[in-house]
């Protein structure tokens, strides 16, 4: 699963959030949450649903719109 860097950075500003705090409320290393949108990089489906619980949004809000 990819994750939308637009769409994240966006639920991060809606959250007041950082990426630190986002790996520390999700529990998601914060070496994974900086590769988002840099490198051709595919989450673990229970990855995507740690980040999108720890920022209150739904999953689909989070991912890559397939083409």
Same mark, same amino acid.
């Given at each position: 699963m990819k994750i939308n860097k637009n769409n994240l950075d966006t639920a991060l500003a809606k +959250?007041?959030?950082t990426?630190?705090?986002l790996s520390k409320k999700s529990k998601v290393a914060t070496a994974v949450l900086?590769?988002?949108g840099k490198e051709n990089? +595919?989450?673990r489906t229970?990855?995507?649903g740690k980040i999108a619980k720890a920022l209150n949004v739904d999953v689909t809000e989070l991912l890559e719109k397939e083409n």
């Open positions: +959250n007041c959030m990426l630190k705090e900086y590769k988002i990089s +595919n989450l229970v990855t995507v």
